[in-house]
């Protein structure tokens, strides 16, 4: 099972294998205090994207097109973490935007669920 969480939210046992899928590291977070088991920031929206989107809730739809498109082309590191998701009962995606509704984990969680069908 896949979910997403604020990396600014208190840790929890139930948040199992965390995955940080940021490609900056996030401020004000030491690395002890995050309590990540893997940091994959080149799972993270390409530099240009990332800087296009902004946040910008307007450019949300233009943003999950062009995300998509992206993690098409990362195969291996979408098929490590599949692989996490069939080795642990939770893995929590980690991601340091303000906007919970509007960011690139809630598209990589929906990219992963629909992988995760196919396989």
Do not use: C
Request: aromatic share 10%; net charge positive.
């Amino acid at each position: 099972m896949f979910q997403i969480k604020r990396i600014y939210e208190k840790l929890d046992k139930e948040d199992g294998f965390r995955v940080l899928v940021d490609r900056i590291w996030p401020r004000g977070v030491s690395k002890e205090e995050a309590k990540i088991d893997l940091w994959l920031k080149d799972m993270a929206p390409s530099t240009e994207l990332r800087k296009w989107f902004s946040h910008d809730p307007e450019r949300w739809n233009g943003f999950q097109r062009k995300y998509t498109q992206e993690l098409q082309g990362r195969t291996e590191l979408i098929i490590r973490l599949l692989a996490l998701g069939q080795t642990h009962k939770t893995v929590t995606l980690l991601y340091s935007a303000r906007d919970t509704d509007h960011n690139q984990a809630v598209v990589l969680m929906g990219f992963l669920k629909k992988q995760f069908k196919k396989h």
